[in-house]
């Protein structure tokens, strides 16, 4: 009995490690930084890209995976690569914003980011997060059930995914270098792409616009990701319909829509159902632009839904979408948005914060010549949260500065509101109010904080609807306004029952947004817009989490690789 007892412990046992080992793996992956051709609306130029390949390569983990991706740099410019709404649990060091988790990887250098995907499902990705790379530099990051789990929804047939994108014709390191040069706004992209391609729509593109098969009948789970520089797009497929089911790797309460918005930085998971004549019908996307008077692209871009048997000579169906302006549409798909299911959001708030955003203009320096300020009236274009423009350090990343106690890279006095209170989409600010001051200002946040956070767009130089991402956490976004958020009657619009659970947040234009999250996630996190030019304009903020008690609420220690600056 007592060795049939052990013989069976041990089968159980055995077993046990043969399942973790068998659900667990660890994944490795080589991503070449290099310079390669590229053919795009009649033009051929080098483009930084990953392993020659242009969208990147789609990463697929399932939930409880490790990622070891090696970076090999071999293009001439310093890059690194962000793992967009990974939510890198102790593992700062691999999340990858240049200067903020680490030097960037130099030319020649190498680097390799191990993390583990805990708790997450549906669509992701990867960029570039130095200077405008990620304009190519970018691919999808698939997240599947574990094994034995399951989708919250009827297994799809097929799985797509679609990478919306922005290509310019010019080297856009040398787009963004010109406008810093200047102080003006940076040329708009000449294309909008699905998959890296434009679409019919476009000159010498048609041969190679992106087509997606599907079978009569058939489910098909598109994961839809805006991976756009500096353009929040709607989309839609032609005579179809969507079932969205998940954001930003979270689930949703299904509900049905003709057309998405989606800021840059955002996923969005839908359901299309194979339910017309088999024909041939356009996907399309195009910008959906807020800013009053700013110059933006104008054009469309598309893939195709092939039906199989559908005759390839007759033309697509033409897909219709909003007007560039249509916010209204934006506003009625973003208030369908809802948790699965009812989840646990921090009521007791400990940290209260409101943080204004927008843009702003620097007074030309008296030691710069004209062609220098070419912004409105003189000016440099500038950009900031509660006044103050974000300036990154260069000598050291802010994560190594906090975990080495190096004095003089940051300062802990981001404002947790506003210096001066205004009526902040008003028509008649102040002058006085557009030009913030520079700083690295971080806001430090104990373990196990609960924080909410009202995100206040201001119509400083303009009113613009900004996508906020916030690295190493998602959160709850439990109400979105227009006009001036006001806690005494806005309190009341709050979801706390099933409110969705995002990495970026699309704040309204002329409006706020309010999100709550639990700061369970030592290291430095940066919270940014993830339109890049503003970001570039110091449109960001750093929270400096605390770490815990034990080793499971510190932060692991830094890597062996990790780039020096």
């Known amino acids: 009995m007592t060795t049939l007892h052990t013989l069976s412990c041990l089968f159980f046992f055995c077993s046990l490690l043969s399942a973790s080992s068998i659900i667990a793996k660890v994944q490795h992956h080589n991503f070449v930084i290099q310079e390669t051709p590229v053919k795009r609306l009649c033009k051929t130029r080098n483009a930084i890209t990953v392993n020659g390949m242009f969208p990147g390569p789609t990463l697929e983990v399932n939930d409880g995976d490790t990622l070891e991706v090696k970076v090999l740099n071999r293009a001439r410019y310093n890059v690194t690569i962000h793992w967009h709404g990974v939510r890198q649990m102790r593992t700062g060091w691999a999340d990858g914003p240049e200067f903020v988790t680490q030097c960037p990887i130099r030319p020649g250098k190498s680097y390799t980011y191990r993390f583990t995907i805990q708790g997450q499902e549906g669509t992701l990705w990867w960029h570039a997060h130095s200077s405008w790379l990620r304009a190519t530099v970018y691919g999808a990051l698939i997240i599947h059930p574990a094994p034995g789990s399951s989708f919250p929804f ?141 110059p933006f692209d104008n054009t469309t871009t598309t893939a195709i839904l092939h039906y199989r048997n559908a005759t390839k000579t007759s033309p697509p169906i033409t897909a ?6 249509d916010t209204n549409t934006v506003t009625s798909f973003s208030r369908q948005f809802k948790s699965l299911r009812n989840v646990v959001v921090p009521k007791t708030i400990d940290e209260d914060l409101f943080f204004t955003v927008g843009l702003g203009l620097d007074n030309c320096p008296k030691n710069f010549p004209k062609n220098r300020c070419q912004g409105l009236n003189g000016t440099r274009f500038t950009a900031s949260m509660n006044n103050v423009s974000f300036v990154l350090p260069s000598n050291f990343s802010l994560l190594q500065a906090h975990s080495n106690g190096i004095p003089g890279v940051f300062t802990t006095d981001f404002p947790s509101k506003p210096p001066v209170k205004f009526d902040y989409t008003g028509n008649n600010i102040s002058r006085a109010l557009f030009q913030p001051v520079k700083g690295t200002k971080l806001y430090k946040l104990k373990y196990g904080t609960r924080v909410q956070i009202v995100l206040q767009d201001t119509n400083i130089v303009t009113s613009e609807n900004h996508p906020i991402h916030l690295h190493g956490y998602d959160f709850y976004i439990v109400a979105e306004g227009f006009g001036n958020f006001n806690p005494k009657k806005d309190t009341s619009k709050f979801n706390l029952v099933d409110p969705p659970l995002r990495n970026t947040v699309a704040v309204p234009v002329n409006g706020w947004a309010v999100i709550r999250f639990v700061a369970d996630n030592p290291g430095v996190w940066l919270m940014h817009c993830h339109l890049d030019v503003h970001l570039k304009w110091g449109l960001g903020m750093a929270f ?16 062996h690789d990790l780039p020096v600056c």
């Open 320 to 325: 219709s979408l909003p007007a560039f302006n």
């Open 154 to 294: 009827p297994k799809p047939d097929r799985q797509t995914a679609l990478v919306l994108g922005e290509w310019w014709n010019a080297n856009p390191v040398d787009v963004i270098n010109q406008a810093t040069r200047t102080g003006a706004a940076p040329n708009i992209s000449d294309a909008y792409t699905i998959n890296g391609q434009p679409g019919d729509l476009y000159n010498c593109s048609n041969k190679e616009t992106a087509v997606v098969p599907v079978n009569p009948g058939e489910t098909s789970l598109l994961r839809v990701i805006n991976a756009a520089l500096n353009q929040p797009l709607f989309f839609t497929v032609a005579n179809h319909k969507f079932t969205v089911v998940g954001a930003d790797a979270s689930y949703l309460k299904p509900f049905t829509t003709k057309v998405l918005m989606l800021g840059p930085g955002q996923t969005t998971d839908v359901l299309l159902t194979a339910d017309q004549p088999p024909k041939r019908y356009y996907i399309a996307a195009r910008a959906y632009q807020s800013a009053q008077n700013a």
């Open 544 to 559: 400096l989490v605390e770490n815990g008690v034990g080793e499971l609420e510190t932060l692991e220690a830094a890597p």
